[in-house]
């Protein structure tokens, strides 16, 4: 049974950081493309970055580039979302996933397992 699970979120002040974390279990983590979401209130779900299996390759997206790190731990079967300087509308729930036989992508389709999602709120 394929389990993500994210931690790491909580309450934080504009300009402070934040390190999600994202344990995978159950799959062959080296061969998973992983990608991060978030979900605001009355949003829909939105791509922030993908790293490749071996780390070679990042994507971001342009709202979050520059401010937001994706790295991975395969050893550890890890994924992890370093953010800085958060803005209140950073606040969201926010989302692993894993995807196979592609090397990135930001389509929430393609992503085959979603953890359940850690809570982000930026007070202001």
């Known amino acids: 049974q394929v389990q993500l699970k994210e931690s790491g979120g909580g309450l934080v002040q504009t300009g402070e950081s934040l390190r999600l974390s994202c344990a995978a279990s159950g799959l062959t983590f080296g061969s998973y493309a992983m990608g991060w979401f978030r979900q605001g209130p009355g949003k829909e779900r939105e791509f922030l970055a993908s790293i490749s299996t071996g780390s070679a390759y990042t994507k971001f997206a342009e709202s979050v580039k520059g401010r937001f790190t994706i790295s991975r731990d395969n050893a550890k079967n890890m994924v992890y979302l370093e953010m800085n300087s958060l803005k209140p509308e950073d606040t969201a729930v926010y989302y692993c996933?894993?995807?196979?036989?592609?090397?990135?992508?930001?389509?929430?389709?393609?992503?085959?397992?979603w953890g359940q999602g850690t809570q982000v709120t930026v007070s202001s």
């Open positions: 996933a894993a995807a196979s036989r592609i090397l990135l992508t930001s389509i929430p389709g393609r992503y085959e397992y």
